[in-house]
């Protein structure tokens, strides 16, 4: 097996709006995603060897309000997950791709003409931003949940795109839109083969955590995105090289080959006696004492998908159309990871994704692998607050070591960081056992889930 890394040095700024407040920032978020779609590579066919999407056994499923929802006070996880290596493609896929595109910013600024402010000159300019280090500045993430936004670009893109927005809103004392006083950069990770790339993204971010550096969660259809302070660049690289990855000049990404177990450094060492059992006690001890619930949405139904081929600038512009309508869903979010690559969370209902545009033969994946949202408040804690990762991670983790195999190898987290809230993603199959492992944490007992399994059908 093998694990691939990207640390993507474009600088990222990252935005926070209440969804009620969704209509100031309409208009720089639509110049966004047009802007993007002009910077998507045509395709003369849109087949692919993928799997295709599968219609077959759809679930329409409703965002209202969930009479049987389990509230879990005062202890939840806010950012964490375990991949499938079945539903995604490997990150190395995704990068090849994206070397379709290398001249992206001198294509695109040949192509767009349009009015207003113009992303191909933006991505132009954006190449002599830093001098250091080449910019392709493709990632964005849009994400929509009950009660929040959240916009993520390149700060260069964000600085032209938003500050118009950002001053109408200081001047209506807005004082609720929060941007994150720093910039950040995103590490995707991918180990091709390996269910659990959740041990992966906890061991190569445990020593951030413990530093106590503010982390921010993504999964995507294809990988699994971890946001860092843009300062901490030269650390994160440090860690990578430290648990033996390798940079790699033609993928442009740090690669790794058979390290499940990798050799501790000195600085791990240091740590070891912080990492797990002081590094969860606190974690706990802080949703504790503010109090902090989540809310398990059993009758919401997701999909984390991504378009197909050939369809990337379609997917775009579809987004683009449901937030100019003010038809968004509930839960959305739209995050592009390569030049010629978006992932989507989708509404699991066939009728609704219809509405929005995005049928089956736009999207991959099975329409049966619906995920439920497990709901985490986070406005009762500082926007800087740290170790929720690396603590709520390792506890899952830990709790899951005395399930047995028939259910521990079908065990998955997907998760959506926002600045005020957080949603973990899992699977309707697995909810019964995440309650009850979330009910443990709630009540600071150390007996085995397995223990307690009885009282379920798993």
């Known amino acids: 097996m093998s694990s691939q890394v990207l640390l993507d040095p474009v600088p990222l700024s990252i935005l926070s709006i209440p969804r009620d407040k969704v209509w100031l920032f309409n208009s720089p978020i639509l110049q ?47 950012h964490f997950s375990s991949n499938s290596g079945i539903k995604r493609n490997s990150l190395s896929r995704v990068l090849s791709e994206s070397k379709v595109d290398n001249s ?19 991505n132009k300019s954006s190449s002599h931003h830093d001098s250091e280090e080449e910019q392709d500045d493709h990632f964005f993430h849009i994400a929509f949940t009950p009660t929040e936004c959240t916009v993520i670009c390149s700060t260069h893109k964000f600085d032209v795109l938003f500050n118009e927005a950002l001053k109408t809103a200081h001047q209506l004392e807005y004082n609720d839109v929060i941007v ?51 300062r901490y660049k030269k650390q994160v690289m440090n860690i990578l090289s430290n648990h033996k990855f390798q940079f790699s000049e033609v ?17 791990d060492n240091a740590l070891r006696g912080f990492t797990a059992h002081d590094l969860e006690s606190n974690t706990l001890k802080l949703f504790k004492e503010a109090g902090i619930s989540s809310v398990i949405n059993r009758k919401v139904k997701l999909l984390l998908t991504s378009a197909r081929r ?6 775009i512009l579809k987004a683009a159309q449901c937030i100019a309508s003010n038809e968004v869903p509930t839960y959305f979010a739209i995050t592009r990871i390569s030049n010629t690559s978006v992932s989507l969370i989708l509404p699991g209902s066939r009728r609704e994704r219809a509405r929005m545009g995005f049928d089956y033969k736009s999207i991959i994946g099975s329409s049966q692998e619906t995920i439920i949202p497990i709901t ?37 987290m997907n998760y959506l960081s926002m600045a005020r809230s957080a949603i973990i993603l ?29 009282q379920f059908e798993i």
């Open 310 to 315: 050939g369809k990337t600038k379609r997917s």
């Open 426 to 454: 899992i699977p309707k199959e697995n909810v019964k056992i995440v309650t009850k492992m979330l009910e443990q944490m709630k009540d600071g007992t150390s007996d085995s889930v397995v223990d307690k399994l009885s």
């Open 376 to 412: 985490i408040d986070l406005t009762k804690l500082p926007l800087d607050s740290t170790g929720i990762v690396a603590g709520v991670a390792s506890r899952l983790l830990t709790s899951m070591k005395s399930v047995p195999d028939v259910i521990s190898s079908t065990f998955e």
């Open 251 to 267: 993928s442009r990404s740090y690669i790794a080959e058979n390290m499940n177990s990798p050799e501790p450094t000195e600085e």
């Open 104 to 122: 992206s910013k001198h294509d695109v600024a040949s192509a767009s003409s349009g009015s207003g402010t113009d992303l191909a000159s933006l």
């Open 32 to 78: 966004l995603l047009h802007g993007e779609a002009k910077n998507v590579p045509e395709y003369s066919s849109d087949s692919e060897q993928e799997l295709p999407y599968s219609d077959s056994d759809d679930e329409d499923s409703t965002y209202e309000s969930d009479d049987s929802v389990n509230e879990l006070d005062p202890m939840a996880s806010s």
């Open 180 to 230: 994150l006083d720093e910039p950040y950069l995103n590490l995707q990770v991918d180990s091709e083969g390996d269910f659990n790339n959740s041990a992966r993204i906890l061991e190569l971010t445990r020593p951030l955590s413990e530093h106590k550096i503010t982390l921010f969660f993504l999964s995507s259809h294809y990988t699994d995105i971890v946001l860092i302070p843009f």
